[in-house]
């Protein structure tokens, strides 16, 4: 460590972090540091040579702008920064998400078509793609 104390600790407690597990989900009120925290804590497991994926599903754009993206969108994309190879983003997309579950299993397109103008399965998707907590 080459930091202060104090970075030092906080550093160490993140490694830890890190080495200890295989999922983290950050949650909270808005605005306590979620996003900065998923992105510290991705770009420390990906620095430490662990494959790593950072979600998010707020569409305001802070996880792409905190690691220097101008986008995301429902398919992850490797974040390029120095030293890291194996960090990717993705803003997951719940309505997009749902239609792509029927388009792949509903069977042939003029199931996936009715499915997909039922009222009830849109207005389903629609209530779930706006919930963001």
Known sequence: MSG???QDARARRLGDVVAERRIVV????GGVGKTTTAA???LQAAKAGRRTAVLTIDPARRLA???GMPALDNTPRPVHVEGV???DAMMLDMKRTFDEVVERNAGDQARVERIMRNRFY???TETLAGTQE
Do not use: D, E, K, V
């Open 65 to 67: 702008q905190s690691l």
């Open 26 to 29: 950050c949650t909270g009120a």
């Open 122 to 124: 849109q207005q389903l």
């Open 4 to 6: 202060t104390p104090l």
């Open 85 to 87: 190879q194996t960090l």
């Open 40 to 42: 510290a804590l991705a």
